[in-house]
């Protein structure tokens, strides 16, 4: 999209890789999406692709299957990704970071007091809703997170 493109972002759409691609988008894989390898062959590879995953296996067959980065997760507790099972910890983050060689985007629990954590294992970034939703201040809270990654560079 070219207004996301011109402010250095990218725009996802969930699920849909035919609507991402007509739209010039990229597409977030699900684990009840099509699987990354059958996306690339439908739509070859300028599309971008993200996946979800959970464990170890999925983020491989994602890795393998095409994906150009996956989430990984839930990192730590929360509510909103219980359905998922219980928390993977840093342990697996550190695990699935190490071992693909596409970025890994950390998930599931994060806020101000544990994102470090996270990317401290290697993990190209953090995702997150609630620490963001809830901010009372959301512009020190992003300078915060600014200040804490650029001091460990």
Partial sequence: ??????????????????????AGAGVHLTTRSMPADAV???FGQS???GASTHNLAEADTAARG???FIVFGPVFETESKKAYG???GLAALRE??????????????IKPCNFHDALQTGAAGIAAI?????????GGLVRQIKRKVTSDE
Avoid: H, K, Y
């Fill in 66 to 68: 095409g994906a150009d």
């Fill in 96 to 109: 699935v970071v190490e071992r693909l060689t596409i970025p890994v985007i950390a998930l599931g629990g």
């Fill in 1 to 22: 999209m070219p207004v996301a493109r011109t402010a250095g972002a990218a725009l996802l759409i969930n699920d849909r890789a035919d609507l991402a691609a007509g």
């Fill in 47 to 49: 599309l971008l692709v």
């Fill in 40 to 42: 690339r062959r439908a």
């Fill in 130 to 138: 609630s620490m963001f939703v809830e901010a009372r201040d959301l």
């Fill in 86 to 88: 219980p928390p993977v």
